[in-house]
């Protein structure tokens, strides 16, 4: 079974393919998580975020946004099902931040309610270039935000 770096960047290959982004890369990406896969390892966090440096380079803005609204609860088995069992919203962000603590995840995040508002903040852990931060903070708010409203 992939790792959760190596499904993660499935999920953006699949999304450059079916996109009219021009990436000169895809092949030699295409082929390193392969080799990954048959070695039957996941990415480190530090070739993971290598691998997205590159796809920043070549993709727009709202790319993440879009593709990391395309991860699953199913995907995260046991944990998926525990933040489904939850009775509010707040425990289940609890579970899922904890899951990222769990895989690595660059950035911590934070949670706070004021006047009826639900914020949301993210702080990296590892030094990345901006562009790399942004993407990664996106992916994972926006696969926060597709389980909210499922």
């Not at 009775?87 to 579970?95: P, Q, V």
């Not at 931040?97 to 949301?120: C, H, I, K, Q, Y």
Request: include cysteine.
């Amino acid at each position: 079974m992939a790792g959760p770096h190596i499904r993660r960047i499935q999920r953006y290959l699949l999304g450059l393919e079916g996109s009219r982004i021009n990436v000169a890369k895809l092949p030699e990406l295409r082929a390193r998580v392969e080799a990954q896969q048959q070695a039957g390892r996941d990415f480190t966090q530090q070739e993971y975020l290598s691998i997205v440096r590159e796809i920043c380079a070549d993709t727009p803005p709202d790319f993440a946004l879009t593709f990391g609204a395309s991860r699953h609860l199913a995907e995260m088995g046991i944990v998926g099902h525990a933040i489904l069992s939850c009775g509010t919203l707040r425990r289940g962000l609890a579970i899922w931040m904890n899951f990222a603590d769990l895989t690595g995840e660059p950035f911590r995040g934070r949670s706070s309610v004021a006047a009826g508002r639900w914020t949301l903040e993210f702080q990296l852990t590892a030094v990345l270039p901006p562009a790399t931060g942004r993407f990664c903070s996106e992916e994972f708010a926006a696969s926060f935000v597709r389980f909210a409203h499922e």
